[in-house]
């Protein structure tokens, strides 16, 4: 009974140092964040990118998108 509370106990402790741990690598300066599709400025940045490119290209959309975290 002891061994599988200890067991227990140590895959709970390891499920959430490892969701913190991913939440943190989000957030420091370097990493990457996932922002919707719809994001105002996601979309002018992308229409911008698609008319710098070739202006006889049409936006269509955007599949995924991500914001770079800086300091």
Do not use: W, Y
């Not at 992308?46 to 955007?62: N, T, Y």
Request: aromatic share 4%; glycine share 4%; proline share 4%.
């Amino acid at each position: 009974m002891k061994t599988r509370t200890l067991l227990t106990v140590i895959v709970t402790s390891l499920l959430v140092i490892f969701a913190l741990s991913a939440r943190a690598l989000a957030e420091l300066p370097g990493g990457f964040q996932s922002v919707p599709e719809t994001d105002e400025e996601a979309v002018a940045a992308a229409k911008s990118a698609v008319s710098a490119h070739d202006p006889k290209l049409a936006f269509r959309g955007i599949e995924k998108a991500a914001r770079q975290v800086v300091a």
